[in-house]
T-cell receptor, first 117, second 116 residues
Framework: AQKVTQAQTEISVVEKEDVTLDCVYE???????LFWYKQPPSGELVFLIR??????QNEISGRYSWNFQKSTSSFNFTITASQVVDSAVYFC??????????????FGTGTRLQVTL | GAVVSQHPSRVICKSGTSVKIECRSL??????MFWYRQFPKQSLMLMAT?????????EQGVEKDKFLINHASLTLSTLTVTSAHPEDSSFYIC????????????FGPGTRLTVT
């Protein structure tokens, strides 16, 4: 069975601080995908990143960066110089990668990030 | 591109009535759509996988007769909550998998259902 753990329920930071959101996953699959989504108060999920299990390179996109470490089954997300607009709930998710079949997403419980002035 | 819409965005219904939620892929074909449910301040839980032209696959613990799913075309899946009760009040989110792009899954904006 697949499982995603986001141990941080809520994080509060002051604008311009850096913040890291943790994600630890469990899967028996050797091939899988990891995702991060942002859910602002409106409720709509915003896709941030997808990473496959064979690609352990860290990725940076603007103020966002991701650290994938297979050895510790972690896929952490860092926001540099946080802004108020970053306030949202962030979900880490995992999907199987069987070819020819639909890939269900298993979501973590989410981390609520509050960025204040 | 890759837009998924849901209708309605909000619905309030009385206990015992049924309500239908539509999920449409606007600019791509989706052989597979997923239906998730999210209670306040909780995570998204997959309810069922909807496959075009065939019966939906429900997750363990989800009542098939209560949550009717129909995926009649490559761009439309519907979720009908039958005989709704207050405990069915939740945020329902669909996602659609682009048949032309492996692994790409796009989420709709969600439907907030309130049963009074």
């Amino acid at each position: 069975a697949q499982k995603v753990t986001q141990a941080q329920t809520e994080i509060s930071v002051v604008e311009k601080e850096d913040v890291t959101l943790d994600c630890v996953y469990e899967t028996r699959d050797t091939t899988y995908y990891l995702f991060w989504y942002k859910q602002p108060p409106s409720g709509e999920l915003v896709f941030l990143i997808r990473r496959n299990s064979f690609d352990e390179q860290n990725e940076i996109s603007g103020r966002y960066s991701w650290n994938f470490q297979k050895s510790t089954s972690s896929f952490n997300f860092t926001i540099t110089a946080s802004q108020v607009v970053d306030s949202a709930v962030y979900f880490c998710a995992l999907s199987e990668a069987n070819t020819g079949t639909a890939s269900k997403l298993t979501f973590g419980t989410g981390t609520r990030l509050q960025v204040t002035l | 591109g890759a837009v998924v819409s849901q209708h309605p965005s909000r619905v309030i219904c009385k206990s015992g009535t049924s309500v239908k939620i539509e999920c449409r892929s606007l600019d791509f074909q989706a052989t597979t759509m997923f239906w998730y449910r999210q209670f306040p301040k909780q995570s998204l839980m997959l309810m069922a996988t909807s496959n075009e032209g065939s019966k939906a696959t429900y997750e363990q613990g989800v009542e098939k007769d209560k949550f009717l799913i129909n995926h009649a075309s490559l761009t439309l899946s519907t979720l009908t909550v039958t005989s709704a009760h207050p405990e069915d009040s939740s945020f329902y989110i669909c996602s659609a998998r682009d048949a032309g792009r492996m692994r790409e899954q796009y989420f709709g904006p969600g439907t907030r259902l309130t049963v009074t």
